[in-house]
């Protein structure tokens, strides 16, 4: 896909330069392969029992979040970072897993792809529409997980924030979501490791009582603080393909290579 097809490689560079990451081009292809990799670990996982999906130290990381609030239903805010997929299908060994996901547009591969998580027991909500069915999910003690590091479909509800050199608009539904269902905001990122694959987590964000929209501009604030740390530390884990620094909506398909905003 980056040597080859050369598949959005100008624009990965491009993001790789302005955040001012190191060898920029190795960075890149180790991300590709990744990615390739991610991808035939997924063909495999389809081919094995539901069990097969394991992660490093997952269970110690349940274990932490659990240990920290006193709520059984969480909203985890992570990204496309090691392999996302198939750390989800082996967290929903362990808790019931809603992710909120939005539609392949290759027909096909939407179909298996969405096939093959809610045959590992990860229930699926299309972005959007995710509101009433995620709350539900967590007043039922559920973990709803939702993406953090894609450019919001709407400009309603979302916030600039400085990310890796540039401003991208942040969707700050994670963070009302908990707010709304009085539940942590756990940040939370998959990455390979040389035993195979684990669970970074970062923070567990709980709302206090009496808590508004500013709670959330802050928590999701700080999510993308921590997002950012994390890709410094493995900028080849990190899914630089996607479009991250335009306008909420796609309304102008434009990046805006401005400042950092202050936290």
Known sequence: ???VLRVRTAHVLASLERAGIADGARVARLMYRSLGTGVFELVALALRPRSAARVHGLEGVVAAVRSQTAATGVVVATAHTGNWDYTACALARHVDLTVITKRLSVSWLDRWWQGLRRARGVQLVQAGSAARLSLAALRGGGWVA??????PERTRGSVPVGFLGAVA???LAPALLALRARCPLVVAFPKRTADGH???LCAVLEPPA???RAWALGAMREATRLLEQFVRRHPEQWLWMHR???????SD???????QLPA
């Open 210 to 212: 009496g808590a508004g």
């Open 244 to 250: 991250r620094w335009k306008r909420a909506g796609g």
């Open 253 to 259: 398909g434009r990046e805006r290579t401005v400042l």
């Open 198 to 200: 684990a669970v970074e």
């Open 169 to 171: 608009d942040v969707d």
């Open 146 to 151: 939702s993406m953090i590091d894609q450019a």
């Open 1 to 3: 896909m980056g040597s």
